[in-house]
């Protein structure tokens, strides 16, 4: 099992930060996911108290309209099969970053020229480098723990609301690792609960579309210090239920990088998996009712050869 | 808990074998995935040992050309974000039974006039009873056992060939228990190890290309033991690697139901989860050399609200 | 033939404007296009001197990003036939309203309650009243007459920029057809160029993809006089480079209602046809240079059963 | 204007029969299109009498289930407006080969290796040799010659079923030509009727679904004798009602190339177009009643960018 250095102990990045390239072997296409390891499936699979399944995946069509106006909705067609015998479906403009969704290393870079590992987009296109199969091949279980971050805003005395613009730093992070109890392991999958897609789904219709104009949501905060909290945590994985887990709007103009769009170090320079619009309230609600913040966390990607994104599929089991 | 009768103590069916409808109300849209309870993830989730995960999804567009002519593979396209920052992705033409999946309760009727529960087509399409959310919403987390069907067949000395019909009547599930070394317990989720998708993958393309128009493969025989057999082992669900579960050829015409199709019986009278092209070789050959035939089974179907049918997106933890 | 009466002398419209339904039948589909007679196709193939053939249909993929964000681009996959002896294509996510097209009357009501000639939304989903298929089985021949909006501005010594809004009274269409050297006749085709999507297809990516967001265009006045100057044309179609014909932004508010969106009253009360996007650009150097402004406008469009727009497929010969 | 030359004048192929390349330059894509020059045009508006409007593309979803069992069925979503004021539309899984079409020159080539006017298959893909999009450029403006080939048949005393395989060798054809009453001119387009289509929608839904298993249809026979009868007509296309205009079955395999399937010949060697699954029954009716076999054609292909096929969007009008 490879023991990670600590972030400062990591080699400079050739446009700032530090990079997390070569950790697991220089056609590593995996990045953090590694640190999943059987041993620590095993030990997930003993956090396993009561059975309770908390399914991690919004319907498909929750985020409608979409959030990146780009991408429309998916269609639906359930076909009548002749003879009557039964119904068959299929489905047209699935995007999976419309939904809930695992970004692969593939979907952003370090930089524009160069991905995780060091990775070209040609890299991506031609050879699969990075792309979602990867994960979806290997399995992801492991453990999973909640960070409720509207209590830790609270605890914190801070302001807090779910439907506009939030940094969450090192202090908020710590804070709710905190109400959590837990002390990080490597490997952890990190669930930041904040809300958003609670107060997303509650919104009228005109709200919801005027969204896609002037998109804002809580987050990390875009800052090496957070960068540097992740990386020393040694999480495989950051889920959040908002569309970007770093606060938004970011500033993803080169002259920014690599702290302005986050994205760009943890998945681009660390290899870290990035959830996005995960269903995460029906389970932050049970974890403030039972104390309880840990569970085994099973997700089984979308198996798509080539995707650059995929549905994570993916329950918490308490 | 629930109690579940003996098959001969069911009520007749209308046309036919014994009806397994309102055991968990009339308006239950779940079906024998009620047995899949908190306690019995949680019994699940003590089976797990070496924490070795076995994905069961084939990767995407591993059928092609599709089993079934009028579906036609899944259409991917990668398209890269303005600015150069990355990529994004959006499928079309996906249908999940193309593919390794879930039938949900609205596939296949008991007749052709009514569906489990006594549920309408109009029921399925207007109020979505039945379809694929329901099971998404619940979770699916239980005990896999995996039946290892040529390894049946050579106890038994029967010849077999998983690229063409065979039918497994009660003794051969009988002696692939005997096999995996359990006794069934309510609930447990049976994988039907038959080598047909494995057999699959090894063909060139011209042989997969001719095998629509002719299409063959071992699976369950077509009788009321088999029906017995299985409603007695108080299974939750049946996922094998073919594209039916039964074997096929089977006769659909409405004269010889409900026994010449037993879809019919199983989702239409049982409420039986049934999984087809399922990817279970790595983890049959494992369990040969383990002599381990039973782990915990997580499968998150794809939230769709109103679908027939999902990816089962599932892994088998050990 | 239909002698239509004066727009004065219609009866009044329930919201503002005046009615013309009904003066084809109470269960009529195609409006305008009545005028499109066999004697006023065989009229318009004696217009023809040189043979020229001008293409009036942009490429797909034309204005991209769309300028309706909510649409996409048409995907487009060319699939190699195995073996190698050729090639197929097939294509997703084609809104015909995002390029060149034909609004069919089933596209804008009168009112959010009722459409050309009483029908309902229901008729229009469930018995494909107003639809696009009507007008492909008829067929669309008749005579074009451009009107050179810009030329006009100029003679009027007005201030014009095709990238913004700008509104064409009656004076200014007045002026357009002078310059044309025409009298209107019943049925004539309208090609109102404004020069916008030929300065759209100057623009760099960036322009183009800030459009959506605050969209603008040069097209008819929103008021009565220009319903009124339309209607007495006894035009059967208006067809523009534009994606709305009518300036833009306009209030499709209802208290604005009828005049502020005159789609509503185009096509909801008169049953005219509104060509938009057309690629009018060549066409209208030709009438320049040539002095000849008409031709036989021969529009086959997508015979698309229920479908609510389709492309119009449309040449002039000259 | 180029004179062409005559069949046996022209050099022979590398495989067999006698090559039409580099007659219109050695970068061109139109191939015989290039015949459609605006005289031709105009001397076809000339034919006009009676402005009769005869649409030639079936509607959409006419073929269904599909004749090539790979494609399925266009898919259509209507959506309505956000607010109510109307509707949009989008289609999916739309292959224009499924129904009316032009196979583009970069359909088939010669061989496997070389498409006409020596593109290659990179050529095509790459930088778009051959595709519709140059057709729907230049345009299709010429005359129509409707071929009545059950009449032609019945006039020599052959049995003709519309249902299965006929071959229609030069002297059936010159029949036709003779019922018409026309000599051939240059740039012609040949309108081969054969009754294929309005026997196929005449069909109950068993008898079309099991087609595709062994699909059989009249058309030209596989001989170099049509071949050279084709060329030396000078026609710039031949359309039929059926989905291949040759006789079906073909022998597609490479040792009965280039007259086993006369593609190879009349797209790759030729350049000539070919129009499958057109709606010509009511025009055949019309022609029979009237005596009049000729007309103004006007096709707007889909201006589809990189296409391999197209609607034709066509008319013939009278």
């Known amino acids: 099992m490879v023991n990670l250095p600590d972030y400062d102990d990591l080699p400079p990045a050739p446009d700032g930060g530090r990079l997390g390239w070569h950790l697991f072997g220089p056609d590593d296409d995996l990045g953090l996911i590694n640190l ?57 403009n699935l995007y999976p970053q419309a939904g809930s969704q695992w970004d692969s290393l593939a979907h952003i870079g370090y930089s524009r020229e160069i991905y995780y590992n060091a990775a070209t987009a040609e890299d991506i296109l031609t050879k ?52 959590a109890g837990v002390a990080y392991e490597p490997g952890d999958i990190l669930l930041l609960h904040t809300g958003f897609a609670d107060w997303y789904t509650r919104q009228p219709f005109e709200v919801r579309r005027a969204l896609p104009r002037d998109l804002k949501a809580p987050g990390l905060a875009h800052s090496e210090d957070v960068c540097r909290y992740l990386w020393n945590s040694h999480a495989a994985a950051v889920a959040s239920d908002t569309f970007a887990v770093e606060a938004w709007p970011a500033d993803t103009s080169p002259s920014a990088a690599p702290f302005g769009f986050i994205h760009q170090m943890l998945i681009g320079s660390f290899g870290m998996a990035l959830g996005e619009l995960w269903h995460l309230s029906d389970l932050a609600a049970d974890c403030a009712q039972t104390g309880v913040y840990v569970g085994m966390l099973v997700s089984s990607p979308t198996p798509a050869p080539g995707g650059i994104s995929a549905a994570p599929n993916a329950v918490l089991v308490k």
């Not at 279980?141 to 609270?154: K, N, W, Y």
């Open 128 to 179: 699969g480098r990075n792309t979602i199969g990867h994960w979806a091949a290997h399995g992801i279980v492991g453990r999973g723990v909640l960070l409720d971050m509207p209590a830790a805003m609270r605890a914190l005395g801070r302001p807090y609301d779910p439907g506009t613009t939030a940094e969450f730093d090192p202090e908020v992070l710590e804070t709710a690792r905190e109400i």
């Open 36 to 92: 999943l390891t059987a041993e620590r499936a095993a030990a997930a699979a003993g956090l396993v108290r009561r059975g309770e399944t908390f399914p991690l995946d919004a319907p498909l069509g929750t985020f409608s309209p979409p959030l990146n106006s780009a991408r429309g909705n998916p269609r639906h067609h359930v076909i009548a099969q002749p003879g009557g015998i039964g119904f068959d479906d299929v489905w047209d």
